[in-house]
């Protein structure tokens, strides 16, 4: 990886870890639907100039069915329940648990290929990956548990989205399908969020945390993301997937002075740890060390 690669990379995990804080900062004002609203439409706004140079949006169409689901599995609910949770707990924790995504992912696969077999090392990651989502849902009091639930389906709405979207998108740009994904989501979500509209427009900090949500991390996060997968390859990009919750951690504690709690750096460790051994990043000493993207 080189040195331009590894600064996309960090930059792409600040922005992801900061969508947390923004979310936090959106919802304390607005319902959930409404920030995932402005959320989807403005990330539409930021990548729909690029589609004329990049294949324009005529592909889009033979994919409607796949991006709709997507847009709903992928944007709508998963960015609704982020937001549910973030009403009750801090914004670095769900992050934390939200980190446990690639763990399903794993799962999930070998459901669908029997020829993806978990075994070993892997099997073992899957254990202790979820031993930490377990720890950390375990903590939380009353309607916490319910909040943390919800982000452990947000990751579970992700593994389900990248196993579909590796299916059904074969051939589709990865612009062309982000607008899809956003687009379609912002159609799922229109009816609640208009239904829940305040009565007054928000402070300002809300509003531009929730723009800053859309631009940044459903708009130019995408276009880094795909940019670090061109440059340095797919195994390099889902790094970001161990660095994004240590910026949310940090940005919540600094920012929202959110306590960093022993059960969360503790659940972070096993977490992350078990995402490595369950994805391939660990090996054995003496093997080379790969990601699966």
Known sequence: ??????????????????????????????????????????????????????????????????LAVLGALNNALPFWLLGFAETRIDS?????????????????????DATQRVTGLRLVGIGVGFVGVVLLVGVQRGGEVTAALAVVATALCYAVSVLYAGR???????????????????????PLALAQLPDEAPPAGAIA???????????????????????????????????????????????????VTSSALVGLVLILGGTALATGVARLKGRTSTVRP
């Open 168 to 190: 059904t998108l074969r051939g589709l740009r990865p612009l062309q399908a982000s607008i899809g994904q956003l687009a379609c989501g912002a159609i799922v979500v229109a």
């Open 209 to 259: 945390a929730v723009v800053a949500l859309g631009a940044l991390g459903s708009g130019i996060a995408y276009l880094l993301y795909f940019a670090i997968i061109a440059s340095a390859g797919a195994s390099r990009a889902i790094l970001v997937t161990y660095l994004v919750p240590g910026f949310a951690l940090l940005y919540g504690a600094l920012l929202l002075d959110e306590p």
């Open 92 to 112: 670095g924790l769900t992050a934390v648990i939200q980190a446990a995504a690639p763990i399903f992912t794993v799962l999930l696969a070998t459901r669908i």
């Open 1 to 66: 990886m080189t040195r331009r690669d590894a600064g996309l990379l960090l930059l792409l995990s600040a922005i992801w870890g900061a969508s947390f804080l923004f979310i936090k900062l959106g919802v304390d004002e607005v319902e959930p639907s409404v920030v995932v609203l402005g959320r989807l439409v403005v990330g539409v706004a930021v990548l729909l100039p690029l589609a004329p140079r990049r294949g324009g949006l005529r592909p889009i169409g033979a994919f409607l069915v796949p």
